[in-house]
C-alpha cells in the first residue's frame, strides 16, 4: 500500500489554482493591494479584475487634528449619541473621538501619514473621482502634491477655513466641523467608484482654454448636473456661455472656498460636472430660517425627485454634497450643533454626503422637470448667500 505526503509546493499549488478560494482570500485586499498582486500571474489578473469590476460599494473617511490633543469625557455611548443634538461641544468632540470610524491626529505630519495608510490599504474599490475636503491650507498643499489615485483617476482638494462636513460611513450622520466653534482642523473624503455604470467625470477649470467642457449635445453622455467650486464670483464669462447652451437647466450646487488644488496647482474657479444616461441628479436650496421648515422644504424637494433617493440595490448609489453657508452653521441655529446635517441625514438616510462651510453658494432648485427659463453664472438666484446648496447624484448600473 503506497502513501502520498503533499509537500509545500503541492498545497500552495492547489490552492493558487483554486479559484473561488483565492477569490475569496484577494476579496479581502484593498484596491490599491489589487493592483500589485495583479502581476503574480495572468490568472490572477483576470480573477482581480472580476473583483474590482463586481465592487459596488463606496468608501469614505473623515479625519480630525487637533496640535492640542484630544482629552475624553465621560458618558455612554447612548448619551454620547444625543450630543449631536445639543449645544454642548466639549460633549460633541467627544463623541467624535470615540468614534472609530474617525481618524484622529495630534500633528499635521500624523495626518498625513494617517491619510497615505488609508489609501493604501483601505481604499476598497478604484475610483474614477475622489474629492477631498479639508480646513486647513497647510494641509490643503500637502495633500495636493501626492497622488493618492490612479492617474486616470480625478483627484480635487478643496479648502475651506470655515469648516468642512464628512460623513464617517453610512450608518452615521454628516458631522459639520465648523472651525469658528472647534478651533480645530478636519479633512473629510468622497469618491465615486468607476464600475457605477456608464458614466464619467469631466473636470473643467474654466480660466484654461485647454480645460475640457462637457459637451451640451452629446446624447450618449448628457450633462446631468455640475458642482461649482471658486475662489471668488467673479468671472465665469466662459462658463456662462456654456451654461446657456445647454437646452434646458442642469442641477447646480457649489460653493466659494479658499483653495481649490487640481492636478498638482492651484485654480481658481473650476466645474466638477457628471456625464452620461446612466446618472440621474438634483440640486436644492435652503433658504429658510428654521430647522422646522429646512425640514418640511427637503421633505417637499424630495416627494418631487423622478429617482428613488432610498433605494438601496446593490446596483444603485447615491452621493450628496452639501455647501453650507458659513453663516448658518450652530449660531444660526441658537447655538445648537448640526442641525442641517441631521436633518439632511434624516431625509436622505441612504445618501453619503460631504461637503464644506462655504463663504457663498452656488446653486438653485432643480429636479424632476425643471422649468425652462436660462439661469446665468451672474443670476442672483445662481449666486447665493445664507443659503444651503445640496446636490444629490445616483448612479445606476442597471439602465
Same mark, same amino acid.
Request: charged share 25%.
Given at each position: 500500500?503506497?502513501?502520498?505526503?503533499?509537500?509545500?509546493?503541492?498545497?500552495?499549488?492547489r490552492?493558487?489554482?483554486?479559484?473561488?478560494?483565492?477569490r475569496?482570500?484577494?476579496?479581502?485586499?484593498?484596491?490599491r493591494?489589487l493592483?500589485?498582486?495583479?502581476?503574480?500571474?495572468?490568472?490572477?489578473?483576470?480573477?482581480?479584475?472580476?473583483?474590482?469590476?463586481?465592487?459596488?460599494? @463606496?468608501?469614505?473617511?473623515?479625519l480630525?487634528?487637533?496640535?492640542?490633543? @484630544?482629552?475624553?469625557? #465621560?458618558?455612554?455611548?447612548e448619551?454620547?449619541?444625543?450630543?449631536?443634538?445639543?449645544?454642548?461641544?466639549?460633549? @460633541?468632540?467627544?463623541?467624535?473621538?470615540?468614534?472609530?470610524?474617525?481618524?484622529?491626529?495630534?500633528?499635521?505630519?500624523?495626518?498625513?501619514?494617517?491619510?497615505?495608510?488609508?489609501?493604501?490599504?483601505?481604499?476598497?474599490?478604484?475610483?474614477?473621482?475622489?474629492?477631498?475636503?479639508t480646513?486647513?491650507?497647510?494641509?490643503?498643499r500637502?495633500?495636493?502634491?501626492?497622488?493618492?489615485?490612479?492617474?486616470?483617476?480625478?483627484q480635487?482638494?478643496?479648502?475651506?477655513?470655515?469648516?468642512i462636513?464628512?460623513?464617517?460611513?453610512?450608518?452615521?450622520?454628516?458631522?459639520?466641523?465648523?472651525?469658528?466653534?472647534?478651533?480645530?482642523?478636519?479633512?473629510?473624503?468622497?469618491?465615486?467608484?468607476r464600475?457605477?455604470?456608464?458614466?464619467?467625470?469631466?473636470?473643467?477649470?474654466?480660466?484654461d482654454?485647454?480645460?475640457?467642457?462637457?459637451?451640451?449635445?452629446?446624447?450618449?453622455?448628457?450633462?446631468k448636473?455640475?458642482?461649482?467650486?471658486?475662489?471668488? @464670483?467673479?468671472?465665469?464669462?466662459?462658463?456662462?456661455?456654456?451654461?446657456?447652451?445647454?437646452e434646458?437647466?442642469?442641477?447646480?450646487?457649489?460653493?466659494?472656498v479658499?483653495?481649490?488644488?487640481?492636478k498638482?496647482?492651484?485654480?481658481?474657479?473650476?466645474?466638477l460636472?457628471?456625464? #452620461?444616461?446612466?446618472?440621474?441628479?438634483?440640486?436644492?436650496?435652503?433658504?429658510?430660517?428654521?430647522?422646522?421648515?429646512?425640514?418640511?422644504?427637503l421633505?417637499?424637494?424630495?416627494?418631487?425627485?423622478?429617482?428613488?433617493?432610498?433605494?438601496?440595490?446593490?446596483?444603485?448609489k447615491?452621493? #450628496?454634497f452639501?455647501?453650507?453657508?458659513?453663516?448658518?452653521?450652530?449660531?444660526?441655529?441658537?447655538?445648537?450643533?448640526?442641525?442641517?446635517?441631521?436633518?439632511?441625514?434624516?431625509?436622505?438616510?441612504h445618501?453619503?454626503?460631504?461637503?464644506?462651510?462655504?463663504?457663498?453658494?452656488?446653486?438653485?432648485?432643480c429636479?424632476?422637470?425643471?422649468?425652462?427659463?436660462k439661469?446665468?453664472?451672474?443670476?442672483?438666484?445662481?449666486?447665493?448667500?445664507?443659503t444651503?446648496?445640496?446636490?444629490?447624484?445616483?448612479?445606476?448600473?442597471?439602465?
Open positions: 500500500m503506497s502513501t502520498y505526503s503533499a509537500t509545500s509546493e503541492d498545497i500552495l499549488s490552492i493558487s489554482t483554486n479559484d473561488l478560494l483565492v475569496t482570500i484577494l476579496d479581502n485586499l484593498s484596491a493591494q493592483e500589485d498582486v495583479k502581476l503574480v500571474c495572468h490568472h490572477w489578473h483576470k480573477i482581480i479584475s472580476s473583483i474590482i469590476k463586481n465592487r459596488v460599494y @463606496f468608501d469614505t473617511f473623515h480630525i487634528y487637533d496640535s492640542k490633543g @484630544f482629552r475624553m469625557i #465621560g458618558g455612554d455611548q448619551v454620547l449619541e444625543r450630543v449631536l443634538d445639543g449645544r454642548d461641544k466639549r460633549l @460633541f468632540l467627544s463623541y467624535l473621538v470615540r468614534m472609530s470610524e474617525i481618524y484622529k491626529s495630534d500633528s499635521e505630519d500624523s495626518a498625513i501619514t494617517q491619510l497615505d495608510q488609508y489609501f493604501k490599504q483601505k481604499l476598497l474599490s478604484l475610483p474614477a473621482l475622489g474629492v477631498i475636503f480646513s486647513s491650507i497647510t494641509l490643503a500637502k495633500i495636493s502634491v501626492k497622488t493618492y489615485l490612479p492617474l486616470k483617476s480625478h480635487l482638494i478643496i479648502c475651506s477655513q470655515a469648516g462636513v464628512g460623513q464617517p460611513s453610512i450608518r452615521s450622520r454628516p458631522i459639520e466641523l465648523e472651525k469658528y466653534h472647534f478651533k480645530l482642523d478636519a479633512i473629510s473624503g468622497s469618491f465615486a467608484a464600475n457605477w455604470g456608464d458614466y464619467k467625470v469631466i473636470i473643467t477649470d474654466w480660466k482654454e485647454e480645460s475640457p467642457e462637457p459637451d451640451p449635445n452629446d446624447a450618449n453622455y448628457p450633462v448636473c455640475s458642482i461649482i467650486l471658486s475662489i471668488n @464670483f467673479e468671472g465665469g464669462d466662459r462658463f456662462n456661455s456654456w451654461l446657456n447652451s445647454n434646458r437647466p442642469i442641477p447646480i450646487g457649489g460653493a466659494l479658499d483653495k481649490i488644488f487640481y498638482g496647482k492651484e485654480v481658481d474657479m473650476l466645474t460636472s457628471f456625464v #452620461g444616461k446612466n446618472v440621474k441628479a438634483a440640486s436644492f436650496v435652503l433658504d429658510t430660517r428654521t430647522s422646522r421648515e429646512a425640514e418640511a422644504k421633505t417637499e424637494l424630495k416627494s418631487n425627485l423622478d429617482f428613488d433617493v432610498d433605494d438601496i440595490n446593490a446596483d444603485v447615491t452621493i #450628496g452639501l455647501f453650507i453657508c458659513a453663516g448658518r452653521g450652530a449660531e444660526f441655529y441658537s447655538g445648537n450643533l448640526n442641525v442641517e446635517s441631521n436633518i439632511v441625514h434624516k431625509i436622505f438616510p445618501v453619503l454626503f460631504s461637503g464644506v462651510f462655504g463663504n457663498g453658494e452656488y446653486g438653485w432648485n429636479f424632476n422637470q425643471p422649468d425652462s427659463k439661469l446665468k453664472f451672474s443670476d442672483h438666484d445662481l449666486a447665493l448667500s445664507y444651503t446648496a445640496i446636490v444629490l447624484v445616483q448612479f445606476n448600473r442597471r439602465r
